[in-house]
């Protein structure tokens, strides 16, 4: 197996559980972008971590299609075997009982902005939100549709959400569902 990983603390975290656990000589193991990663071989599989808070926020389509047409043999198995991104309208209010960013957060905070050169609209993330679809002020829409392994991904939609009631809705909020490969998607 051949692994390739970008960030260098990752690839030497990696590098040292291959060692601790006697698994060195099983894995090749490189420190580079997918991208950038040479070899005559082609593999039979492709595993990727790189889906973000947004499915394709981290580059995931552009980094599996270059594995595709460089690295993979045809026909093989690509995880995650696809990822779609949806949208619903919300209020945070009903979201969050108290809405508030950590102390040591609002230094970080105020050099990202300085560093913008203004203050902007944050993208935040919002762990475990409460599962009730009632909370949703809009219809939920699908935003990105990133099919892996069949290459059919549709990013570009033009829709308008319908607003579902009289309500404040001050925060769109994003999710994923990640389908890791083409078995899962058929019992789901």
Not at 75 to 83: D, F, L, Q, R
Not at 113 to 137: E, I, V, W
Not at 166 to 173: A, E, F, Q, V
Request: glycine share 6%; hydrophobic share 35%; proline share 3%.
């Amino acid at each position: 197996a051949v692994g390739v990983e970008a960030m260098e603390s990752t690839y030497k975290l990696a590098k040292e559980n291959l060692e601790k656990f006697k698994y060195k000589k099983y894995v090749e193991l490189h420190n580079c972008l997918s991208t950038k990663f040479e070899t005559e071989e082609k593999f039979d599989v492709c595993v990727s971590e790189i889906i973000g808070c947004i499915g394709g926020s981290e580059g995931a389509e552009v980094s599996i299609n270059d594995a595709k047409k460089r690295l993979l043999k045809e026909g093989a198995k690509i995880v995650p075997y696809s990822c779609q991104t949806y949208v619903a309208g919300v209020c945070l209010e009903e979201l969050v009982d108290n809405i508030q960013f950590h102390p040591s957060a609002v230094g970080y905070i105020n050099n990202i902005f300085l560093h913008n050169g203004s203050p902007f609209d944050l993208r935040l993330a919002l762990t475990h939100p409460p599962k009730n679809h009632n909370l949703f002020h809009t219809d939920e829409m699908l935003v990105e549709d990133l099919q892996f392994e069949t290459g059919n991904s549709k990013t570009d939609f033009e829709r308008f959400i319908k607003i579902n009631k009289n309500c404040k809705i001050d925060g769109l909020l994003l999710w994923i569902d990640l389908v890791v490969d083409n078995y899962s998607r058929s019992i789901n």
